[in-house]
């Protein structure tokens, strides 16, 4: 049996601004490492296998990653697959072989084949928390192991790729394009990039499959380098708008056939959203542990701000690279998505619009999340207000946000009575 100790869960992220403010959350009040993170799925989930409530279960690795996905209310049309030797389990990934990775709006499961599972949640306290399930144990028909399978905690062993540079030097997540070499080695000299809802389609998706199509659009899905240099201009026209995984992957060993485009852009929106989220409530809570327990003063509340002003304009999709033709999901991820909402209003936040952009209404579905309904108190308070403040001159937004919004956004506004919207616009916004 093969075992891992690394959690490189290959998704996304942001270098913060140069001047932001430099929390060390090693020390008080976040103590990274040695806090228990309470407040996230997986350690929910750990805690009802303590108690005897539930387990994972399956007689194979896949059945177990299946049940471990169902626990977390995670769909598998949500499958992406990377094929980049680009983490610590790069022996058993290759272009034959690639990673999966299954998410919902707060955490990330990687799975390998014999392998472990790898896995991220957004965490209120401790900003990402990884995790790692070995799934490989006990799956012999005649072998049953002595206690359940357990989430395992890496406090320290994900942090060389998660907690570096790439991350903006915080837990975080990455989500990169590079160019791999015929057996899913990335070239070095011939560069790679962070990817996110800002960056050009024609860089995205290096060391990634993509099914779905796009028109005339190009990416870097499924591309090998063949050689040490990339050339100055690549034509990858014979891996795009695929409608099915290319023949060289067993699509029987993974739990969806495909690896969706729509998918793969709403995972890079997702994940720096939660990098800029994790800064600002790192600074927001060390200058709380500063105060000792008094009102902040006007100099600190103003960091605060200055943490959570890129973190709105991220939310609100400034700067998102346009689409120039429709996009269209090989798979069921769009239905899936959009049906995830808790409520029906809250669908409204996720509607998709993938004709010139990502989303009909441009604030993230995130603010729905239970990572950002948990945060500190100041916190959402901040950026509530920034929200407010950024759709002042889009009333038709306004009332979205107001319909659809989760109740510390909606509160706040209520509690400013910030550009009232008269009832004919709210209910045009979201009819009955």
Known sequence: MIRYFGCCLLLSCLAHLADAQVVNWENDPIRYSKRVAKRNPVARLQAAIDAGHTQIDGDTPLERVQSLLNQLDIHTSS???VFSKTSLQKTQVSPQTPRAIYFNDEVFVGYVQAGVVEIAAADPDLGVVFYTLDVELAVEP???????????????????????????GKPGFQVRSVFPSPDGKPVIRAGSSLTTH???????????????QHGEQ?????????????????????????????????ASAYLAPTSDITALMVMEHQVEAYNLLTHANFVSQHLQWLAGGQDLNAAQREKIVEAVQPLVTYLRFADETPLTSPVKGAGDFTCTFTD???????????QFDLETRLFKNQLSYLVNSETFANVPAVLQEVIAREIWDSVADDPDLAAAIATAGPPWLVKQRQADDVFPIPPARFERAFPD
């Open 79 to 81: 499958q992406v697959l």
């Open 218 to 250: 190009h990416h870097l899905g499924g591309y090998l380098l063949d050689g040490k240099r990339r050339p100055a201009v690549i034509d990858n026209r014979q891996r795009e708008n695929q409608t099915a995984l290319p023949s060289c992957v067993d």
């Open 340 to 350: 995830a909402a808790c409520s029906p209003k809250q669908r409204l936040l996720r």
């Open 198 to 212: 800002r960056s050009p389609l024609q860089k995205r998706w290096g060391g990634w499959y993509v099914t779905g």
């Open 142 to 168: 005649d072998v049953k192991s002595a206690e359940p399978i357990r989430l395992e905690r890496q406090a320290n062993r994900c942090l060389g790729c998660h907690g570096a540079a790439r991350t903006g």
